[in-house]
């Protein structure tokens, strides 16, 4: 799956399409191609000083309306912060993988902005949004 969603980055309809190839179900490759990269990324931004995480994430429907979201009720993302706590613990997977899928996401992207721009992420809050609506049918109650 990692292999996937870097090999696409940024072609989420190229990444949908290889996950169910390879065996996951509609809403299971929804969820993982927009939940995976942003579950691998939160333990690097816990490391960079953000001490608050959000609960709920908001996904824009595809009549431009927003719907909140409880991350925690999504296996895939909570399934790839436990793994990205331990790649970054004990390397359990290949890093080039880890980067190419963490440095892609806008919540990276804002840290690595706010920490070029020589402030601190330290007591920082972060909260999800994405912007794919084909997410929405897809997420768990």
Known sequence: MLAILAASIGDEEAQHHALVEEGLDDGEAARAVSLVPVGLARPL????????????????????????????????????????????????FDHDLYKAIVEATAEVNAASNTLNAGQSLKGATYAVAILNPNLEPHLLR
């Open 45 to 92: 931004l816990e490391r960079l000083g953000v001490e608050r995480f959000v609960s709920t994430a908001s996904v824009q429907r595809s009549d431009g309306s927003w719907r909140a979201f409880k991350l925690g009720k999504q296996p895939e993302y909570v399934q790839a912060v436990a793994l990205g706590r331990a790649h970054l613990e004990r390397g359990v």
